[in-house]
């Protein structure tokens, strides 16, 4: 099973930076563009909220670590948060005006982008068989999120080059041996709002996707953080 909520980045208010910890504030300082600040603090305000409901916890006081897979070093690579019992696996993307996150008991990745966003598609990063599929820019965003997913699920991101990954639909053909076999994992595409495509990779088969807006959680959030502290569980029925 695997949550995905997802959030648009307006409508994460300012206040709700008070769920960030000085850790992540250092973060968000050193993010020189605005925009990327804005989609920075509602990525985390909504895995705050929804870890934080998971693990009934306070949001804001989840800590997180980075463990980069690939060299080891602490201050990058896939988030991890700190717990003492049953560790959920998460991941986050954000693009445009959307922030993405999946929350699961297994390894996840997740990514997204703007399917009308009509950059150039990056044609090294595709395989011939690859390439023949992509007949426009979304189908280009759509199969480069299945990869990225893939490459965000095992924490190495884009230190592996995405021409490594070949993906047919939501089928993975190859990928890096020592990344495991391909049938050792399952990518689903996401509903989302349009004009975004997104999808989730997970270690293992048969998963099941729970797609959720996070707008109600965030809403709820922001109330509360206007009228009192920050209570330990803030999520509700949605
Ligand atoms: C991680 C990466 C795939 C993100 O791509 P992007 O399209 O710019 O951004 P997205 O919105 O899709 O995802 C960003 C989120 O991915 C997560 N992330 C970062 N590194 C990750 C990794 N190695 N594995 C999984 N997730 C990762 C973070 O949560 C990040 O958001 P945050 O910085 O706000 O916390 C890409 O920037 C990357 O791989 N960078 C590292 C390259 C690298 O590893 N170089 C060599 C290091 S030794």
Redesign the pocket.
Known sequence: MADVWHVGVDQVPESLAVLLDERDRA?RRQIAVPADRSR?LA??VLARLVLGEKLGREPAALSFRRA????G?PT????VVETDGPRPDF?????GGLAVLVVSDRAV?V??EDATAREQPLAPALSARERANCRSYADFARLWTRK?AL??AV?????VHPRHIEVLGTTLLALPAALGRPEDYTLRDLPLPAPYVGSVAALGSRLSLSVRSGESLVGRAAQACGTRSIPARIAGPE
Do not use: I, Q, T, Y
């Not at 990058?76 to 988030?79: D, E, I, L, Q, S």
């Open positions: 973060r920075f990525a985390w980069c897979a690939h060299c070093d990058h690579g896939k988030p991941s986050l993307a954000h693009s990745g990514d997204v990225e490459l965000k924490g190495k991101g884009l230190a």
